[in-house]
T-cell receptor, first 112, second 116 residues
Framework: DGGITQSPKYLFRKEGQNVTLSCEQN?????MYWYRQDPGQGLRLIYY???????QKGDIAEGYSVSREKKESFPLTVTSAQKNPTAFYLC???????????FGPGTRLLVL | KQEVTQIPAALSVPEGENLVLNCSFT??????LQWFRQDPGKGLTSLLL?????REQTSGRLNASLDKSSGRSTLYIAASQPGDSATYLC???????????????FGRGTQLTVWP
């Protein structure tokens, strides 16, 4: 059963804490993306990666970090430097030379 | 920078009506435009993708048109049903200078409610 999985579905962060959101895909896609969605807002790009061990900042990368050690995985860390992390986080992937992005089910991050 | 606007922000209609959702974008140098559906608390599902060289795409009761020169797209939903209730997002796809990695620019969406 191919697709993109994100975990956990809900995540609670305490002040000053770093948390990591998981994104895994078994679609053999090269490119992966992280978006943030706030209520009533469109998706904003945080980071993206075209190949393993390479990634670029999107429009709102401050306070976030990523890694791409494996093709299947693109975890996002929300650091303590991100002062307003409460949002819905969506991961997506795309096959090179194809144009459709496929999205995971999302992780909702809440601050305690 | 590409700006994508969707009108209306919300729409509530009785079952059976034909609907038009609007999307406009500021930079006409796009590769394609996609319409997505998002159910509450869920990820996005791609509905239709229109290449920049195309004028429209159809899938079942959905028809999307693209006028690149004027920076506009419309999503037409025929004979709406309660199951169509969701948020519909428009996104334009363009390549960044010096990179083969296309990126999507999203509108804020139209929240559609179809009541029985």
């Amino acid at each position: 059963d191919g697709g993109i999985t994100q975990s956990p579905k809900y995540l609670f962060r305490k002040e000053g804490q770093n948390v990591t959101l998981s994104c895994e895909q078994n679609l053999n896609h090269d490119a992966m993306y992280w978006y943030r969605q706030d209520p009533g807002q469109g998706l904003r790009l945080i980071y993206y990666s075209q190949i393993v061990n390479d990634f670029q900042k999107g429009d709102i990368a401050e306070g976030y970090s990523v890694s791409r050690e494996k093709k299947e995985s693109f975890p996002l860390t929300v650091t303590s430097a991100q002062k307003n992390p409460t949002a819905f986080y969506l991961c997506a992937s795309r096959k090179t030379h194809e144009e459709t992005q496929y999205f995971g089910p999302g992780t909702r991050l809440l601050v305690l | 920078k590409q700006e994508v606007t969707q009108i209306p922000a919300a729409l509530s209609v009785p079952e059976g009506e034909n609907l038009v959702l609007n999307c406009s974008f500021t930079d006409s140098a796009i590769y394609n435009l996609q319409w997505f559906r998002q159910d509450p608390g869920k990820g996005l599902t791609s509905l239709l993708l229109i290449q920049s060289s195309q004028r429209e795409q159809t899938s079942g009761r959905l028809n999307a048109s693209l006028d690149k020169s004027s920076g506009r797209s419309t999503l037409y939903i025929a004979a709406s049903q309660p199951g169509d209730s969701a948020t519909y997002l428009c996104a334009v796809h363009r390549g960044d200078r010096g990179s083969t990695l296309g990126r999507l620019y999203f509108g804020r969406g139209t929240q559609l409610t179809v009541w029985p």
